[in-house]
């Protein structure tokens, strides 16, 4: 039975004297530390856009449903024909649905001495959508298109929004760019310090992002995608640590 106590009780002295050791390695290492370098790493390219949006809405209104269907039809087809007539093809037009909706009117009544709503006739619109990657014709028919103005149409033109459309593949150049970059910073500081950049502990993706050409756009920490200008410099930055030797 002595002899019993005499190996446990060693067995209890061993493990103390492990785990001691242990506790020591692990203070000693979380003192010292792996020595590491935290650098971010930068790419800018300038692109320009390849893909152009163009909306158009033309609306038209009646007395009854019918009238106004049959005038929004009408400038519905003078529409259609000056985009094709002007180089855009059929192709590159997408039609939303109709909208037909009633429209009304408040006046002032003085017997009931409160503002009444009555029916005012019809409303009907539709919004041609013109994509193509032909800015610079569609840009010219986007500068012309007050034209159809004098005709007495109704209808609203917005501004063109401009997209680049190889996103994946300009991300991807991008960021072996920004990685390259943060290397050669980790070379510059550990060089100063007479040390040498070892394996990477971490590294990640920072913002990506697209704003106009010499514009005064603030950049985001959520990353911002303008599609105002046909010209953009397109940022992205990577977040990688080092080990150093």
């Known amino acids: 039975m002595d002899k019993t ?4 009780t060693s067995i209890i002295g061993v493990v103390i004297v492990i785990g001691a050791w242990l506790i020591a390695a692990g203070f000693k290492n979380f003192r010292e530390g792996e020595p590491n370098i935290n650098v971010t790493g ?6 320009t856009s390849d893909l152009i949006v163009w909306k158009i809405s033309v609306n038209a209104e009646g007395s009854t449903r019918s009238s106004a269907f049959t005038e929004f039809e009408k400038s519905a087809r003078v529409m259609s024909k000056y985009l094709q007539t002007h180089g855009i093809p059929e192709k590159e037009i997408t039609l939303s649905s109709v909208d037909i909706s009633k429209r009304t009117k408040d006046f ?7 503002y009444v709503t009555l029916e005012d006739g019809f409303s009907v619109s539709q919004t041609f959508t013109v994509s193509s990657n032909d800015l610079k014709r569609v840009e010219g028919v986007y500068q012309r298109i007050s034209e159809l ?12 929004l401009y997209y680049y459309t190889k996103l994946n593949d300009l991300k991807m150049e991008m960021l072996n760019q920004a990685s390259a970059n943060a290397y050669e910073r980790a070379q510059t500081i550990a060089k100063g310090s007479d040390s040498k950049v070892g394996s990477v502990v971490s590294s990640t993706m920072g913002v990506f992002q697209i704003v106009g050409l010499n514009s005064d756009e603030e950049y985001s920490w959520g ?7 046909k010209e953009k410099v397109a940022s992205i930055t990577v977040k990688t640590t080092y080990r150093v030797k």
Do not use: L, V
């Open 5 to 8: 106590k005499i190996i446990i």
């Open 42 to 47: 930068m790419a800018e390219k300038q692109i």
């Open 108 to 114: 002032w009544d003085e017997d009931s001495r409160k």
């Open 149 to 160: 103005y004098n005709s007495g149409m109704d209808f609203s033109s917005e501004k063109p």
């Open 223 to 229: 990353g911002t995608f303008n599609t105002s200008s």
